[in-house]
């Protein structure tokens, strides 16, 4: 079977075998065309200990010690239209909706009993990085969050925002954001036509993932896992991308849920970095 496929097929495991809630597949795919060995059996509670000893820090280490005791999660999605679901057919077909869904769902919290995992969807469309660091106080921090998703560096070149300003600010928000001992994960860049079509717009992008190396901030490789998923047949640019050509479908939103969840994991130390194959 084709191994995203097997990705997107994966199923419901206790959160006390966390090691083994993702196969190395879905992990591999947070690389985009990266992929471990698609064989590979997921690693089960039987081996966990056994790891222990190997795990690196977690780049998300509230999110750790929240998982590690009772009470329940809160997760801001913050950005843009792409946070907001424009393309998506309702608002429960957004990403931050599917991903709230995953996380409970899929990840059964704690090994007693089940604590929620709220994801708030704080994007708006059009916004530049300019709009998002007039809105942080009072669309993000002030909901207290464990974890912040943000997505940006999509509208700055299609509105011209030079991409020093897009750095400065982005770099004021997640620091910002961490003062208040929330964790960031930022996500980049949708690739589609429309992004492709504008002169420099990847600069912001490679700004981004610079920035984010600079600050040690994971991030949800959007760009890399669409390209991933036509290239390995799990869907075609139109099944991802509306006629619009720049805002996500269904179906491409519910992929992007499914990586973010995985990211979320990896960040917080709970499945192997090592698990995928470099």
């Known amino acids: 079977m084709n191994p995203l496929k097997r990705f997107a097929m994966s199923v419901p495991m206790p959160l006390r075998l966390l090691p083994g809630l993702l196969s190395v597949v879905a992990v591999a795919a947070l690389a985009g065309p990266v992929l471990a060995q698609p064989d590979a059996p997921p690693i089960t509670g039987a081996v966990v200990q056994e790891r222990a000893a190997e795990r690196v820090p977690a780049?998300?280490?509230?999110?750790?010690?929240?998982?590690?005791?009772?009470?329940?999660?809160?997760?801001?999605?913050?950005?843009?239209?792409?946070t907001e679901g424009a393309g998506a057919s309702s608002p429960a077909m957004a990403?931050?909706?599917?991903?709230?869904?995953d996380l409970e769902d899929r990840l059964q919290i704690g090994a007693s009993s089940r604590r929620s995992i709220t994801v708030i969807n704080r994007g708006k469309g059009g916004d530049t990085s300019e709009e998002?660091?007039?809105?942080?106080?009072?669309?993000v921090l002030a909901?207290?969050?464990?974890?912040?998703?943000?997505?940006?560096?999509?509208?700055?070149?299609?509105?011209?925002?030079?991409?020093?300003?897009f750095v400065e600010l982005t770099r004021e928000g997640l620091k910002a954001?961490?003062?208040?001992?929330?964790?960031?994960?930022?996500?980049?860049?949708?690739?589609c036509r429309k992004?492709?079509?504008?002169?420099?717009?990847?600069?912001?992008?490679?700004?981004?993932?610079?920035?984010?190396?600079?600050?040690?901030?994971?991030v949800i490789r959007r760009r890399a896992l669409m390209q991933s998923w036509v290239t390995h047949g799990l869907m075609t640019p139109a099944q991802m991308i509306g006629p619009d050509g720049l805002h996500m479908t269904d179906a491409g939103y519910r992929q992007l849920a499914k990586a973010a969840a995985a990211q979320i994991?990896?960040?917080?130390?709970l499945i192997q970095p090592s698990l995928a194959r470099n």
């Open 59 to 82: 780049k998300l280490a509230r999110l750790a010690s929240m998982l590690g005791r009772d009470g329940d999660v809160r997760i801001v999605a913050f950005g843009s239209s792409s």
């Open 195 to 218: 992004l492709s079509g504008v002169d420099g717009a990847e600069r912001y992008g490679e700004a981004l993932h610079a920035l984010a190396a600079e600050l040690n901030v994971p």
């Open 265 to 269: 994991l990896v960040g917080a130390g």
């Open 177 to 191: 954001i961490r003062a208040t001992g929330a964790d960031v994960v930022l996500m980049d860049q949708q690739w």
């Open 143 to 165: 909901e207290r969050p464990d974890l912040v998703v943000w997505q940006t560096g999509s509208n700055d070149p299609l509105r011209g925002v030079p991409v020093e300003r």
């Open 132 to 139: 998002m660091a007039s809105r942080l106080e009072r669309d």
């Open 95 to 101: 990403y931050p909706a599917l991903l709230e869904r």
